[in-house]
């Protein structure tokens, strides 16, 4: 196919067909075609308004791009590489559907700013779907945590026992994380709802424009100050990024306690068949691929955040052909954290289910009472870093005989403080010190109790 002139008459030979492949972003930036068409109709109808082209012209305009929307969707308009890019590829079919007046459609503006509106069109509709899925997963999170309030799980520091916890609480725990990844991308989605529309190349137009009717006709905020900013402005992608990064960080995390948790080390959970795979070669196996991907995913994100943070740190002001390297890394992370989201939310509600027997007995095997016997003579009077050295030796002892702190009799507990009575078994005994907890966001039972309550009234938020 020949290459139709898209520039100007400057230009007396085509493109090399290599170098027109390396130029090319349709491959990709067919993602944004209908906010492309969307932006485009915004502008048509603006130039209407202003006067700049005929009522009759701006109608032809938005009813030929409504045209190529109709005709994407049923898969016949799908422009090659020699189109260069959507916005091109856009523009051609316009003016083949409506003639000489789809030439108009460009006045008083430039791709520099019609990419940027594009992307944060694109972007501000993905950040809602993300948000969606986020809430989906704090949904399984509660339901799950709302059943096991007094369900008793190992809670570790440095991976080693430190105190039982309820279960529902180490699952709030990324109940709030997933809160704060909801509201950040609230946040982000403040400056992503900026128009750079009207900023032209870089310098504004000649025309008399209405930047804030197309503004408003797209649902935009407001509208960029300066227009050397707007056009070259990335910052709300790479801010995206972070958040999309953090959700990330969040998902791994929980994903490595879940691939633990599976281990014939821990035995916590059983892995469903609906969300597990077997071995080609060891019969035995149950893997968990699902938090595994996820976990292996998350470098992507980070890697495109690195990328897009290194695109931009050297660019003179303003639009540099270097931004169309900004969209595959953020189509990437989009489409990576909603996958994600989607199949952390599938594996926790129908995928994985907690062993509350053995998990009953993992509490109940080791010395993550130790602070609560050290709790239980200070609340007797005995300075509590005397009593810390008291029961150290008392787990050392009892480590050598090959016992638990409940084995121990009263005798000898009074041997070790005469403060010990026949109540220091209750005050041991898991559920015990589980429940004694209750200081403010603790695991407690009545805390948590408390944060469950208040974290179904936060989902139902919706900014
Ligand atoms: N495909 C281009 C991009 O993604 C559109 C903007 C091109 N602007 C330009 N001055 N060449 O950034």
């Not at 009207?198 to 000649?206: D, E, N, S, Y």
């Not at 740190?313 to 969209?327: C, F, T």
């Given at each position: 196919m020949t290459q139709p002139q898209t520039w100007s008459q400057r230009f007396e030979s085509a493109l090399h067909p290599a170098i027109a492949l390396f130029n090319a972003s349709i491959n990709f930036d067919i993602e944004l075609i209908e906010y492309d068409l969307t932006g485009s109709q915004a502008h048509a109808k603006m130039l209407a308004h202003t006067g700049i082209i005929s009522a009759e012209e701006g109608e032809q305009l938005v009813s030929g791009l409504e045209q190529i929307r109709q005709e994407y969707r049923q898969g016949q308009f799908q422009p090659g590489?020699?189109?260069?890019?959507v916005h091109f590829a856009v523009e051609r079919r316009l003016t083949e559907i409506v003639g000489d007046v789809g030439k108009k459609l460009h006045t008083a503006r430039s791709r520099n700013d019609q990419v940027g509106t594009d992307t944060r069109l694109y972007l501000r509709d993905q950040i809602q779907q993300i948000r969606n899925y986020l809430r989906e997963f704090q949904r399984i999170l509660l339901d799950i945590a709302e059943q096991n309030v007094e369900t008793l799980i190992p809670g570790y520091t440095h991976l080693q026992r430190a105190q039982p916890l309820s279960l529902a609480h180490h699952l709030l725990a990324y109940f709030e994380m997933a809160q704060r990844d909801w509201e950040r991308l609230g946040d982000v989605s403040r400056r992503v709802n900026i128009s750079p529309l009207?900023?032209?190349?870089?310098?504004?137009?000649?025309f008399p424009i209405d930047r804030h009717y197309t503004a408003q006709l797209l649902n935009f905020d407001s509208v960029y100050a300066n227009s050397l900013d707007g056009v070259s402005d990335r910052d709300f992608a790479i801010e995206f990024l972070c958040a999309a990064s953090l959700i990330m960080v969040h998902l791994s995390r929980l994903s490595e306690e879940i691939i633990l948790w599976a281990s014939e080390e821990f035995r916590f959970i059983t892995l469903k068949d609906s969300c597990a795979t077997g071995s080609s070669i060891m019969p035995q196996k149950k893997n968990p691929d699902v938090p595994e991907l996820v976990r292996g995913k998350t470098g992507r994100v980070f890697g495109h955040l690195q990328a897009m943070l290194v695109i931009m740190?050297?660019?003179?002001?303003?639009?540099?052909?270097?931004?169309?390297?900004?969209?595959e890394g953020l189509f990437d992370s989009v489409n990576t954290v909603k996958a994600c989201l989607e199949a952390m939310t599938i594996l926790l509600r129908e995928g994985l289910e907690f062993r509350s027997q053995r998990l009953g007995e993992a509490v109940a095997e080791?010395?993550?009472n130790a602070t609560d016997v050290a709790d239980y003579l200070a609340a007797r009077g005995v300075p509590f870093r005397e009593a810390y050295n008291l029961v150290g030796k008392v787990v050392k002892t009892s480590i050598a005989t090959g016992k638990l702190l409940k084995d121990l009799t009263l005798d000898e507990w009074q041997q070790i403080h005469p403060a010990f009575a026949a109540d220091i078994y209750e005050a041991i005994a898991p559920r015990t010190v589980v429940s004694a907890r209750?200081?403010?966001?603790?695991?407690g039972f009545a805390q948590v109790n408390k944060a469950l309550v208040t974290a179904r009234n936060q989902i139902k938020s919706e900014v």
């Open positions: 590489v020699d189109a260069e890019d009207g900023c032209g190349a870089l310098a504004g137009t000649t740190k050297g660019l003179p002001l303003a639009y540099n052909k270097d931004l169309q390297e900004d969209k080791d010395f993550s209750n200081s403010y966001g603790g695991t």
